[in-house]
């Protein structure tokens, strides 16, 4: 396959065009952000934990049914995928109470909820990527009733094959946030799934092996990223 031009470059991965319409290849920077950009670092080896972890884990996915972007991996930190239309929704799922679900509940850190959630933010950096209802992601036109039913069910579907995974490999899967696009008429994971965008504590000590080192500041960033990859044995 032929690599061509830069399409998009965001805050932790470039996107480049192909030689075929349809597929694009994603490459995974080491660069980190945090509170929309405002807060910028770099976690070396990011990048190759990222990519290698997300691919993995949406073949693992796929197996179990939920349709993904991933088409195969290039080499450490590059991957073809489809070339989807992102829906502007993050998708976020929660098993126990952190960051801001704790802060605009009032619920400590680490309490289990009584039924996993799911909350929408509105992909949008110039607003702060704020919270937004179905109603509201339906008034905009951001995605019809249906994607938003076929959202969910996926959603939840991640969820439980994703804490199942993780458990073998003594992974407390806290919340995490997903990213959907249209593909040929149907709905599919897209983005990654990684310490970015996973909250991962050790079952045992609840030491936290995900972003959170960077956003505050908590030290062993590296570390903790290479801690996952070596649980995953891949
Ligand atoms: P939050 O508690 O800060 O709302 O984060 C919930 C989950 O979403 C957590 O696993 C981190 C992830 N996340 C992202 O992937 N990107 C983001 O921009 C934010 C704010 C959170």
């Known amino acids: ?30 660069d980190a952000t945090a509170f929309n950009g405002e807060k910028k670092g770099t976690i070396l080896g990011k990048g190759v934990v990222n990519n290698r972890m997300s691919n993995f884990l949406m073949q693992k996915l796929e197996e179990q049914g939920v349709p993904t972007h991933y088409v195969e991996e290039c080499n450490e930190r590059d ?24 802060k605009r509940y009032g619920v400590a850190e680490g309490t289990e909820l ?26 905009l036109n951001l995605a019809t009733q249906e994607e938003i039913d076929e959202i969910k069910r996926l959603a939840y579907k991640v969820n439980d094959v994703l804490i199942a995974y993780f458990k073998t490999i003594e992974i407390e899967l806290v919340d995490f946030k997903l990213e959907f696009g249209r593909y040929q008429n149907q709905i599919v994971l897209a983005d990654e799934i990684s310490p970015d965008t996973c909250r991962l504590w050790d079952i045992h000590t609840h030491a936290r092996l995900d972003k959170d080192r960077f956003r505050r500041d908590m030290g062993d960033v590296e570390e903790a990223y290479l801690e996952v990859f070596k649980r995953l044995g891949i």
């Open 1 to 30: 396959m032929e690599i061509k031009s830069m399409i998009y470059e965001g805050k932790a991965k470039k996107v480049f065009a192909t030689d075929q319409d349809d597929i694009v290849l994603v490459s995974y920077k080491d």
């Open 114 to 139: 009584s039924i996993p959630t799911i909350e929408f933010s509105y992909k949008n950096d110039d607003l702060g990527d704020p919270l937004i209802n179905d109603s509201h992601a339906l008034a």
């Open 79 to 102: 991957t073809l995928v489809k070339k989807v239309e992102i829906v502007p929704l993050e998708v976020i799922i929660r098993n126990k109470a952190c960051g801001s679900f704790s």
